[in-house]
């Protein structure tokens, strides 16, 4: 199976602040048919997973552009270019080149 | 617009067999997979299995054994059915559509006696 490893699993930030989180994957996620199936979700408390960025980093529809995400093969990284309130949640990276793993989750807290 | 809704039973026993249903709409079974998702509590996601648009199917090999997914394209139905149930198979069960972007609310599931 494909570990995905994320980092930091706790950010406390201030509003407008940047951060970034860590995707680190125990597998190469380049595909064969070259797609990488790289994915962000936020998940609200008490909410489904929502998605944030897709094919690592093309964003969904409706996402501000104040999320964006970067990386190749093992290594990927979501940004936040000025936290929001609404920003906050559990995010997760997941892939589906192999069968679907998920990371253990960044908790995004605000200070 | 596209839903998934699933629905089951809320409490099951130990070594019982869970069935859950997702209902979707806004969509064919026969144009979309869906796949099968569970969240411990206060715990992270884990992948239990896909059902393809061809009815084919995968399976986290951790739960292969106890898990089967099928459905009725007439319906639009996906069920799940995972036999043997223990205390830490308590969780919030989900279903997405295949390429994650649609989720379901989500059911949750307690095994207790």
């Known amino acids: 199976d494909v570990v995905l490893t994320q980092t930091p699993p706790t950010l406390l930030a201030t509003i407008g602040q940047s951060v970034s989180i860590s995707c680190r994957s125990s597998?190469?996620?380049?595909?064969?048919?070259?797609?990488?199936?790289l994915n962000w979700l936020l998940q609200r408390t008490g909410q489904s997973p929502q998605p944030l960025i897709y094919?690592?980093?093309k964003l969904e529809s409706g996402v501000p552009n104040r999320f964006s995400g970067s990386g190749s093969g093992t290594d990927f990284t979501l940004k936040i270019s000025g936290v929001e309130a609404e920003d906050l949640g559990v995010y997760y990276c997941?892939?589906?080149?192999?069968?679907?793993?998920f990371g253990s989750g960044t908790k995004l807290e605000i200070k | 617009q596209v839903q998934l809704k699933e629905s089951g039973p809320g409490l099951v026993q130990p070594s019982e067999t869970l069935s859950l249903t997702c209902t979707v709409s806004?969509?064919?079974?026969?144009?979309?997979?869906v796949n099968w998702v569970r969240q411990p509590p206060g715990k992270g996601l884990e992948w239990m299995g896909t059902?393809?648009?061809?009815?084919?199917?995968d399976y986290n090999s951790a739960l292969k054994s106890r898990l089967s997914i099928s459905r009725d394209t007439s319906k639009s139905q996906v069920f799940l059915k995972m036999n043997s149930l223990q205390t830490e198979d308590t969780a919030i069960y989900l279903c997405?559509?295949?390429?994650?972007?649609?989720w379901g609310q989500g059911v949750m599931v307690t095994v207790s006696s």
């Open positions: 997405a559509r295949v390429r994650w972007y649609y």
């Open positions: 806004g969509f064919s079974l026969t144009s979309y997979g």
């Open positions: 059902i393809w648009n061809d009815g084919s199917t």
């Open positions: 597998q190469s996620l380049l595909h064969s048919n070259g797609n990488t199936y």
């Open positions: 094919l690592v980093s």
């Open positions: 997941m892939q589906f080149t192999h069968y679907p793993t």
